[in-house]
Nanobody
Framework: QVQLVESGGGLVQTGDSLRLSCAAS????????MGWFRQAPGKQREFVAA????????YYADSVKGRFTISRDNAKNTVSLQMNSLKPEDTALYYC????????????????WGQGTQVTVSS
C-alpha cells in the first residue's frame, strides 16, 4: 500500500504561482511513477503531469505545458508541482497519484491517490 498526502494548495490571483507537494509512504518510492491530476466541479478528473521513476522523463498536459513543472526527490519520498502563471481555468482539486507501471495519462489506471488539495485562482 502507498499513502499519499498533498499540501500547498490555496487561493491565488491570476498570474500568481503555487507549489504543490506530495509526501509518499508505505512503499519504495523510487519504484513508482508519480503524477498529478485535477478535477474541477462538474468535470472529469484530468491528467496534469507525470514523472518517471528516476525523474529523467516528464510529461505534461498541453494546457499546462510551459507553466507547470513536476519534479521528485527520491531521497525525501516527495513529488512536487510548481505552477506558474496561474489562470482561473486552473481552479480545481489537485490530486497526487502513483502507479507501478509505465507512465500513462489515463486516471483510471493509476493505483494510488491522495485526498487532494484545492487550488483556486481568482480573476
Amino acid at each position: 500500500q502507498v499513502q499519499l498526502v498533498e499540501s500547498g494548495g490555496g487561493l491565488v490571483q491570476t498570474g500568481d504561482s503555487l507549489r504543490l507537494s506530495c509526501a509518499a509512504s508505505g512503499s519504495t518510492f523510487s519504484s513508482l511513477v508519480m503524477g498529478w491530476f485535477r478535477q474541477a466541479p462538474g468535470k472529469q478528473r484530468e491528467f496534469v503531469a507525470a514523472i518517471s521513476r528516476t525523474g529523467s522523463s516528464t510529461y505534461y498536459a498541453d494546457s499546462v505545458k510551459g507553466r507547470f513543472t513536476i519534479s521528485r526527490d527520491n531521497a525525501k519520498n516527495t513529488v512536487s508541482l510548481q505552477m506558474n502563471s496561474l489562470k482561473p481555468e486552473d481552479t480545481a482539486l489537485y490530486y497526487c497519484a502513483a502507479r507501478s507501471g509505465v507512465l500513462i495519462t489515463d486516471a483510471h489506471r493509476w493505483d494510488y491517490w491522495g485526498q487532494g488539495t484545492q487550488v483556486t485562482v481568482s480573476s
